[in-house]
């Protein structure tokens, strides 16, 4: 008999839409599953696997499905995969032993069995059910990676590219306001220790200073310049 118009018991149905009996329990009570649904009246008897089945899709509430229900097989094909335990083949009967000469052409009259049939199986439709599953799969795991982006922020593993790029400018004209507040006491050493005036000293030193400045700030530029201007950076979240 084909899976489409199977007739099983409460355990096999539950088994072949991949829940549990109780869940099937409850699209009885809540009449997701209805008497034509039931070889017998009062919702009794055998589930009609057919009738039963579509019934889940078209009565089952949507937020379910995209709940803890994602998992609920509802389609014919999914199901048919997931049969009822079959009982053991009965053991063979032995036949008398007959003579060479009589058992031969009962041999011989045996036809072969036909080879099992390879054509591919077709391809299984993709359902709007299917599609809404997937949506909610990609918007969970969206979620996922905002809240641990979210959560690294708040450790310090990350930062905004801004705020990186203001604390590297304040720093770096700190480091400058340091280097030119130090050239008084440059000049003052170099003056005691050549014996020339201070001031010559220190308009030399200021002069050059500059020079090496102006000088690092167009190597900078330039380098700047041959930097792409949009650049990713790779970080793994634990999501």
Known sequence: M???????SQADFARAMGVSRAAVSQWKSKDILRDDAFT???KSGKIIYAVAIEQVRRNRDIGQSLGNGIATRTTVEDAAQVQPAAAPD?????QP?????????AEQAVPEAPAASSTPAAPKPDT???QLKRAKLEEQLRRNRIQAADEALRQGMLMSADDAREQMTRIAGMMLQIFEGALPDF??????QFNVPQ?????LLRAEFKKVRKTAAMKE?????????????????DA
């Open 2 to 8: 084909e899976a489409a118009h199977q007739e099983m």
């Open 40 to 42: 017998k009246p009062g």
């Open 90 to 94: 009965p053991a063979p009967v032995q």
């Open 97 to 105: 032993s007959l003579p060479m000469a009589e058992a031969a052409p």
């Open 128 to 130: 709007v059910e299917d």
């Open 187 to 192: 000049a003052a050493a170099m003056a005691a």
């Open 199 to 203: 001031r010559d000293v220190l308009h």
């Open 221 to 237: 530029r330039a380098r700047a310049d041959e930097v792409e201007k949009d650049v990713a950076t790779s970080v793994e979240l």
